[in-house]
Protein backbone atom coordinates (compact mmCIF):
# COMPACT_ATOMS: atom_id res chain seq x y z
CA UNK A 1 0.00 0.00 0.00
CA UNK A 2 2.68 2.68 1.07
CA UNK A 3 4.41 1.87 -2.30
CA UNK A 4 1.75 2.19 -4.29
CA UNK A 5 1.02 5.66 -2.33
CA UNK A 6 4.41 6.42 -3.10
CA UNK A 7 4.33 5.64 -6.70
CA UNK A 8 1.53 7.69 -6.70
CA UNK A 9 2.60 10.43 -4.99
CA UNK A 10 6.03 10.38 -7.71
CA UNK A 11 3.84 10.27 -10.69
CA UNK A 12 1.83 13.21 -9.52
CA UNK A 13 5.18 15.24 -8.75
CA UNK A 14 6.07 14.84 -12.55
CA UNK A 15 2.71 15.83 -14.09
CA UNK A 16 2.84 18.63 -16.25
CA UNK A 17 2.13 22.16 -15.54
CA UNK A 18 0.01 24.32 -18.29
CA UNK A 19 0.80 27.69 -18.97
CA UNK A 20 -2.39 29.61 -19.81
CA UNK A 21 -1.54 32.45 -21.90
CA UNK A 22 -3.38 33.98 -23.69
CA UNK A 23 -6.81 32.70 -24.31
CA UNK A 24 -9.10 33.90 -27.13
CA UNK A 25 -9.97 32.67 -30.44
CA UNK A 26 -7.72 31.28 -33.11
CA UNK A 27 -7.20 35.06 -34.75
CA UNK A 28 -6.00 36.39 -31.23
CA UNK A 29 -3.61 34.02 -30.86
CA UNK A 30 -2.59 34.35 -34.43
CA UNK A 31 -1.84 37.99 -34.05
CA UNK A 32 -0.19 38.04 -30.78
CA UNK A 33 2.40 35.08 -32.63
CA UNK A 34 3.42 37.63 -35.47
CA UNK A 35 3.67 40.57 -32.59
CA UNK A 36 5.65 38.50 -30.16
CA UNK A 37 8.14 37.05 -32.83
CA UNK A 38 8.40 40.29 -34.30
CA UNK A 39 9.87 41.70 -30.72
CA UNK A 40 11.83 38.98 -30.20
CA UNK A 41 13.61 39.32 -33.86
CA UNK A 42 14.08 42.99 -32.84
CA UNK A 43 15.14 42.56 -29.68
CA UNK A 44 17.75 39.74 -30.14
CA UNK A 45 19.02 41.86 -33.48
CA UNK A 46 18.90 45.37 -31.58
CA UNK A 47 21.01 44.28 -28.89
CA UNK A 48 23.30 42.32 -30.65
CA UNK A 49 24.12 45.07 -33.12
CA UNK A 50 24.79 47.29 -29.59
CA UNK A 51 27.18 44.67 -28.69
CA UNK A 52 29.10 44.42 -32.17
CA UNK A 53 29.14 48.27 -32.68
CA UNK A 54 30.86 48.57 -29.62
CA UNK A 55 33.28 46.00 -29.57
CA UNK A 56 33.89 47.09 -33.52
CA UNK A 57 34.99 50.94 -32.39
CA UNK A 58 37.89 51.92 -30.04
CA UNK A 59 35.82 55.56 -29.35
CA UNK A 60 33.22 53.49 -28.00
CA UNK A 61 35.12 51.18 -25.43
CA UNK A 62 34.52 53.38 -22.35
CA UNK A 63 32.68 52.23 -18.84
CA UNK A 64 29.67 53.62 -19.89
CA UNK A 65 29.75 51.52 -23.42
CA UNK A 66 30.98 48.51 -21.37
CA UNK A 67 27.56 47.85 -18.42
CA UNK A 68 25.30 49.11 -21.72
CA UNK A 69 26.95 45.73 -23.43
CA UNK A 70 26.19 43.78 -20.13
CA UNK A 71 23.25 44.97 -20.41
CA UNK A 72 22.13 44.33 -24.07
CA UNK A 73 23.95 40.50 -23.36
CA UNK A 74 21.15 40.74 -20.46
CA UNK A 75 18.14 41.87 -22.49
CA UNK A 76 19.02 38.95 -25.03
CA UNK A 77 18.62 36.05 -22.28
CA UNK A 78 16.07 37.65 -20.66
CA UNK A 79 13.43 37.59 -23.33
CA UNK A 80 14.75 34.54 -24.54
CA UNK A 81 14.13 32.73 -21.43
CA UNK A 82 10.26 34.05 -21.90
CA UNK A 83 9.55 34.73 -25.35
CA UNK A 84 10.05 31.62 -27.00
CA UNK A 85 7.71 29.36 -24.63
CA UNK A 86 5.46 31.73 -25.17
CA UNK A 87 5.46 31.36 -29.12
CA UNK A 88 5.14 27.51 -28.36
CA UNK A 89 2.01 27.90 -26.60
CA UNK A 90 0.73 30.25 -29.03
CA UNK A 91 1.63 28.04 -32.14
CA UNK A 92 0.55 24.44 -30.51
CA UNK A 93 -2.18 25.87 -28.12
CA UNK A 94 -1.03 23.82 -25.82
CA UNK A 95 1.27 24.82 -23.16
CA UNK A 96 2.98 21.88 -21.14
CA UNK A 97 5.77 22.41 -19.68
CA UNK A 98 7.56 19.60 -17.03
CA UNK A 99 8.25 20.60 -13.50
CA UNK A 100 11.37 21.05 -13.89
CA UNK A 101 11.52 23.04 -16.76
CA UNK A 102 9.40 25.25 -15.29
CA UNK A 103 11.21 25.57 -12.44
CA UNK A 104 14.62 26.04 -14.43
CA UNK A 105 12.38 29.20 -16.11
CA UNK A 106 11.21 31.05 -13.45
CA UNK A 107 15.03 30.80 -11.98
CA UNK A 108 16.65 32.14 -15.05
CA UNK A 109 13.70 34.79 -15.39
CA UNK A 110 14.00 36.43 -12.27
CA UNK A 111 17.18 36.40 -11.98
CA UNK A 112 18.32 38.00 -15.20
CA UNK A 113 15.20 40.73 -13.74
CA UNK A 114 17.53 40.82 -10.36
CA UNK A 115 20.63 41.55 -12.22
CA UNK A 116 18.91 43.94 -14.11
CA UNK A 117 18.30 46.23 -11.09
CA UNK A 118 22.11 45.80 -10.01
CA UNK A 119 23.74 47.21 -13.74
CA UNK A 120 20.77 49.88 -13.81
CA UNK A 121 22.44 50.95 -10.53
CA UNK A 122 26.53 50.62 -11.60
CA UNK A 123 25.41 52.42 -14.82
CA UNK A 124 24.18 55.50 -12.59
CA UNK A 125 26.78 55.31 -10.12
CA UNK A 126 29.24 55.30 -13.62
CA UNK A 127 27.08 58.40 -14.68
CA UNK A 128 27.51 60.13 -11.13
CA UNK A 129 31.40 60.10 -11.40
CA UNK A 130 31.19 61.12 -15.08
CA UNK A 131 29.53 64.07 -14.34
CA UNK A 132 29.99 64.77 -10.41
CA UNK A 133 33.40 64.03 -10.37
CA UNK A 134 34.68 64.41 -13.75
CA UNK A 135 38.64 64.82 -12.81
CA UNK A 136 38.47 61.39 -11.03
CA UNK A 137 36.56 59.50 -13.14
CA UNK A 138 39.35 57.89 -15.06
CA UNK A 139 41.17 57.44 -12.05
CA UNK A 140 38.09 55.47 -10.34
CA UNK A 141 36.60 54.01 -13.20
CA UNK A 142 39.24 51.62 -13.83
CA UNK A 143 38.29 48.61 -16.39
CA UNK A 144 39.33 46.54 -13.35
CA UNK A 145 36.32 48.34 -11.25
CA UNK A 146 34.06 47.74 -14.21
CA UNK A 147 34.36 44.39 -14.64
CA UNK A 148 34.58 43.89 -11.05
CA UNK A 149 31.12 46.01 -10.64
CA UNK A 150 29.79 43.88 -13.59
CA UNK A 151 30.82 40.60 -11.95
CA UNK A 152 29.31 41.35 -8.52
CA UNK A 153 25.85 42.56 -10.42
CA UNK A 154 25.41 38.88 -12.18
CA UNK A 155 26.46 37.10 -9.04
CA UNK A 156 24.15 38.75 -6.85
CA UNK A 157 21.75 38.87 -9.53
CA UNK A 158 21.83 34.46 -9.86
CA UNK A 159 21.98 34.16 -5.92
CA UNK A 160 18.94 37.06 -4.75
CA UNK A 161 16.58 34.19 -6.19
CA UNK A 162 18.06 31.09 -5.01
CA UNK A 163 16.36 30.92 -1.39
CA UNK A 164 13.02 31.75 -3.06
CA UNK A 165 13.74 29.13 -5.83
CA UNK A 166 14.34 26.12 -2.91
CA UNK A 167 11.30 27.05 -1.42
CA UNK A 168 9.01 26.82 -4.20
CA UNK A 169 10.98 23.79 -5.06
CA UNK A 170 9.64 21.90 -2.20
CA UNK A 171 5.87 23.21 -2.46
CA UNK A 172 3.47 20.51 -3.49
CA UNK A 173 0.49 20.44 -5.86
CA UNK A 174 -3.12 18.47 -5.62
CA UNK A 175 -5.31 20.27 -8.04
CA UNK A 176 -4.84 21.35 -11.92
CA UNK A 177 -1.91 22.46 -12.73
CA UNK A 178 -3.05 25.21 -14.89
CA UNK A 179 -0.69 28.37 -14.34
CA UNK A 180 -2.84 31.67 -15.60
CA UNK A 181 0.80 33.22 -17.44
CA UNK A 182 2.56 32.79 -20.51
CA UNK A 183 5.91 32.14 -18.71
CA UNK A 184 6.29 30.49 -15.24
CA UNK A 185 6.29 33.24 -13.13
CA UNK A 186 6.40 33.13 -8.89
CA UNK A 187 2.88 34.08 -8.34
CA UNK A 188 1.00 32.26 -10.05
CA UNK A 189 3.12 28.84 -8.86
CA UNK A 190 2.26 29.81 -5.40
CA UNK A 191 -1.34 30.09 -5.85
CA UNK A 192 -1.74 26.55 -7.19
CA UNK A 193 -0.13 24.87 -4.34
CA UNK A 194 -1.80 23.32 -2.06
CA UNK A 195 1.03 23.75 0.88
CA UNK A 196 1.47 26.58 3.33
CA UNK A 197 2.66 29.09 1.09
CA UNK A 198 3.20 32.03 3.74
CA UNK A 199 6.99 31.41 3.93
CA UNK A 200 7.16 32.11 0.31
CA UNK A 201 5.39 34.45 0.03
CA UNK A 202 7.36 36.35 2.54
CA UNK A 203 10.37 35.65 1.47
CA UNK A 204 9.77 36.18 -2.26
CA UNK A 205 8.28 39.69 -1.16
CA UNK A 206 11.73 40.29 0.85
CA UNK A 207 14.07 39.63 -2.07
CA UNK A 208 12.22 41.89 -4.15
CA UNK A 209 12.12 44.88 -1.37
CA UNK A 210 15.90 44.32 -0.68
CA UNK A 211 16.96 43.96 -4.21
CA UNK A 212 14.51 47.17 -5.63
CA UNK A 213 15.32 49.33 -2.32
CA UNK A 214 19.18 48.46 -2.57
CA UNK A 215 18.97 49.20 -6.32
CA UNK A 216 16.60 52.24 -6.29
CA UNK A 217 18.50 53.72 -3.77
CA UNK A 218 21.95 53.95 -5.51
CA UNK A 219 19.86 54.87 -8.50
CA UNK A 220 18.15 58.04 -7.16
CA UNK A 221 21.13 59.21 -5.32
CA UNK A 222 23.18 59.23 -7.93
CA UNK A 223 20.74 61.10 -10.02
CA UNK A 224 20.37 63.52 -7.38
CA UNK A 225 23.61 64.24 -7.06
CA UNK A 226 23.47 64.35 -10.94
CA UNK A 227 21.06 67.05 -11.31
CA UNK A 228 22.30 68.68 -8.28
CA UNK A 229 25.68 69.41 -10.63
CA UNK A 230 24.05 70.02 -13.45
CA UNK A 231 22.24 72.83 -12.22
CA UNK A 232 25.05 74.70 -11.07
CA UNK A 233 26.41 74.59 -15.09
CA UNK A 234 25.77 77.66 -16.50
CA UNK A 235 22.76 76.91 -19.05
CA UNK A 236 24.19 76.24 -23.07
CA UNK A 237 25.67 73.73 -24.40
CA UNK A 238 27.99 72.16 -21.23
CA UNK A 239 24.32 71.76 -19.55
CA UNK A 240 22.96 70.19 -22.22
CA UNK A 241 25.91 67.77 -23.05
CA UNK A 242 25.82 66.95 -19.52
CA UNK A 243 22.36 65.83 -19.55
CA UNK A 244 22.26 64.23 -22.87
CA UNK A 245 25.04 61.55 -21.38
CA UNK A 246 22.86 60.18 -18.54
CA UNK A 247 19.32 61.04 -20.36
CA UNK A 248 19.00 57.31 -22.32
CA UNK A 249 20.05 55.54 -19.21
CA UNK A 250 17.21 57.50 -17.02
CA UNK A 251 14.82 57.05 -19.93
CA UNK A 252 15.67 52.98 -19.12
CA UNK A 253 15.21 52.92 -15.63
CA UNK A 254 12.33 54.66 -15.40
CA UNK A 255 10.76 52.17 -17.76
CA UNK A 256 12.17 49.35 -15.96
CA UNK A 257 11.03 50.50 -12.62
CA UNK A 258 7.71 51.82 -13.38
CA UNK A 259 6.71 48.25 -14.41
CA UNK A 260 8.26 46.18 -11.88
CA UNK A 261 7.92 47.87 -9.19
CA UNK A 262 4.41 46.83 -9.44
CA UNK A 263 5.57 43.11 -10.41
CA UNK A 264 7.35 42.12 -7.47
CA UNK A 265 6.38 44.15 -4.76
CA UNK A 266 3.40 42.73 -3.26
CA UNK A 267 2.42 40.59 -0.39
CA UNK A 268 -0.55 38.77 -2.26
CA UNK A 269 -0.16 35.82 -5.00
CA UNK A 270 -3.65 35.50 -5.79
CA UNK A 271 -4.33 39.15 -6.69
CA UNK A 272 -4.54 41.11 -10.24
CA UNK A 273 -2.90 37.76 -12.08
CA UNK A 274 -4.35 39.10 -15.36
CA UNK A 275 -3.15 42.54 -14.88
CA UNK A 276 0.40 41.19 -13.89
CA UNK A 277 0.23 38.99 -17.39
CA UNK A 278 -0.30 42.11 -19.34
CA UNK A 279 2.61 44.15 -17.00
CA UNK A 280 4.88 41.15 -17.75
CA UNK A 281 4.54 41.55 -21.57
CA UNK A 282 5.94 45.44 -21.15
CA UNK A 283 9.00 43.93 -19.15
CA UNK A 284 9.85 41.01 -20.84
CA UNK A 285 9.30 41.58 -24.85
CA UNK A 286 8.71 45.33 -24.99
CA UNK A 287 11.53 46.62 -23.02
CA UNK A 288 14.06 44.36 -24.47
CA UNK A 289 13.42 46.17 -27.78
CA UNK A 290 13.37 49.56 -27.00
CA UNK A 291 16.43 49.90 -25.14
CA UNK A 292 18.24 49.40 -28.21
CA UNK A 293 16.36 52.30 -30.16
CA UNK A 294 16.55 54.56 -26.92
CA UNK A 295 20.05 54.51 -26.64
CA UNK A 296 20.81 54.76 -30.70
CA UNK A 297 18.23 57.29 -31.10
CA UNK A 298 19.31 59.25 -27.67
CA UNK A 299 23.13 58.82 -27.48
CA UNK A 300 24.99 61.35 -30.28
CA UNK A 301 28.11 58.41 -29.79
CA UNK A 302 26.07 55.88 -30.69
CA UNK A 303 24.49 57.27 -33.62
CA UNK A 304 27.93 58.53 -35.29
CA UNK A 305 29.25 54.99 -34.70
CA UNK A 306 26.05 53.28 -36.27
CA UNK A 307 25.93 55.92 -39.22
CA UNK A 308 29.47 55.22 -39.86
CA UNK A 309 29.23 51.29 -39.84
CA UNK A 310 26.13 51.82 -42.48
CA UNK A 311 28.61 53.98 -44.69
CA UNK A 312 31.28 51.59 -44.01
CA UNK A 313 33.85 53.24 -42.31
Known amino acids: MSRRLLSTQNQSAQEPFILLGFPGPLGLHVGLFVLFLLMYVLAVAGNLAIIGLVGAHPRLRTPMYFFLCHLAFLEVWFTTACVPKALATLASRRGAISPAGCAAQ ?181 TPVLNPFIYTLRNREVREALWGWVQGK
Open 106 to 286: MYFVFSLGCTEYFLLAAMAYDRYLAICRPLRYGSVMTPGLCARLALGCWLCGFSAIAVPAALIARLSFCGARVINHFFCDIAPWIALSCSDTRVVELASFGIAFCVILGSCSVTLLSYACIIATVVRIPAGEGRCRAFSTCSSHLTVVLVWYGSTIFLHVRTSAESSLDLTKAVTVLNTAV
